[in-house]
């Protein structure tokens, strides 16, 4: 199983930026699929973006498209969550989660907390 360990996050002012950092040990990310949850206080957590494996592709929750951008760095074996334009709802603590081709995301890392202050 992989272990992942997320690092990046902070305190932002509303219309800054960050880029959160996932990174694996254990197996090599290149054959996983990779994903971003969040947590915000007194909500479940909920899927962010995803980057799979086999097409190469990525997806976004509505929430964030445009704004955020999940890409991975195989060579580095990490994975990274760019976020722009934050708003004070994006607050929240980010999940890296990873899982093989048509699996569950079967592993995590502990996440990191990303306030936005407006």
């Known amino acids: 199983q992989v272990q992942l360990v997320e690092s990046g996050g902070g305190l932002v002012q509303a219309g800054g930026s960050l880029r959160l950092s996932c990174a694996a040990s254990?197996?090599?990310?290149?054959?996983?699929?990779m994903a971003w949850f969040r947590q915000a206080p007194g909500k479940e957590r909920a899927f962010v973006a995803r980057s799979v494996w086999s097409t190469d592709s990525t997806s976004y929750a509505d929430s964030v498209k445009g704004r955020f951008t999940i890409s991975r760095d195989n060579a580095k074996n990490t994975v990274y969550l760019q976020m722009n334009s934050l708003k004070p709802e994006d607050t929240a603590v980010y999940y890296c989660?990873?899982?093989?081709?048509?699996?569950?995301?079967?592993?995590w890392g502990q996440g990191t907390q990303v306030t936005v202050s407006s």
């Open positions: 254990g197996r090599t990310l290149s054959s996983y699929n």
């Open positions: 989660a990873a899982g093989p081709p048509g699996g569950t995301y079967s592993s």
